[in-house]
């Protein structure tokens, strides 16, 4: 069975401050996909990044940057310079090739950037 | 650029009520899911359909029935409603059943059971 696990609940930090979220999974295959996707305020789920499993190049997209590492299962990502409007729930998560398509959820991770 | 639109917003039910959650995608999308989200929680998969007339059980699908009568509906029905059923409904679509595929969300359906 797969499963995602961000351990951190909530994380606040102050406006331009880098900050970093986490996110583990487990899963028996070896070709699978992770995402994160972002959870603002008003309610709607944003796809922000996919990472496919024989990939593990980092990427870096304006101020989010993705940290892909097979070894440890974690798929991390760091957001620099945190401004206001990046406050939201953000989730990691995992699909599998043999899964149907469905994907596996995180619990998610509150960010609250303070002005 | 409607993406996936989902019916209604908003819903306040009494215990034992019936009612019917609608999505709707314009995307020509096989694949379409329906998620709940508690609070502190992931989203957790209720059914899901892999294309016109095919539904599937997902992770929690008791208390839930589904239909997909036509390619770009999905619809999921609250039988009895209960208040354990109160969380936030997410309808999501994907193009294929392929992994590497994200999911495109609607901006979910508000629900509490009194």
């Known amino acids: 069975a797969q499963k995602v696990t961000q351990a951190q609940t909530e994380i606040s930090v102050v406006e331009k401050e880098d900050v970093t979220l986490d996110c583990v999974y487990e899963?028996?295959?070896?070709?699978?996909?992770l995402f994160w996707y972002k959870q603002p305020p008003s309610g709607e789920l944003v796809f922000l990044i996919r990472?496919?499993?024989?990939?593990?190049q980092n990427e870096i997209s304006g101020r989010y940057s993705w940290n892909f590492q097979k070894s440890t299962s974690s798929f991390n990502f760091t957001i620099t310079a945190s401004q206001v409007v990046d406050s939201a729930v953000y989730f990691c998560?995992?699909?599998?090739?043999?899964?149907?398509?469905?994907?596996?959820f995180g619990d998610g991770t509150t960010l609250t950037v303070k002005p | 650029n409607a993406g996936v639109t989902q019916t209604p917003k908003f819903r306040v039910l009494k215990t034992g009520q019936s009612m019917t959650l609608l999505c709707a995608q314009d995307?020509?999308?096989?694949?379409m899911y329906w998620y709940r989200q508690d609070p502190g929680m992931g989203l957790r998969l209720i059914h899901y359909?892999?294309?016109?007339?095919?539904?599937a059980k997902g992770e929690v699908p008791d208390g839930y029935n589904v239909s997909r009568l036509k390619k770009q509906n999905f619809l999921l029905g609250l039988e009895s409603a209960a208040p354990s059923q109160t969380s936030v409904y997410f309808c999501?679509?994907?193009?294929?059943?392929?992994?590497?595929?994200?999911?495109?969300f609607g901006d979910g359906t508000r629900l509490s059971i009194l």
């Open positions: 999501a679509s994907r193009e294929t059943g392929r992994s590497n595929q994200p999911q495109h």
């Open positions: 899963t028996r295959d070896t070709t699978y996909y």
């Open positions: 990472r496919n499993s024989f990939d593990e």
């Open positions: 998560a995992l699909s599998e090739i043999t899964n149907a398509g469905k994907s596996t």
């Open positions: 995307m020509n999308h096989e694949y």
């Open positions: 359909s892999v294309g016109e007339g095919t539904t």
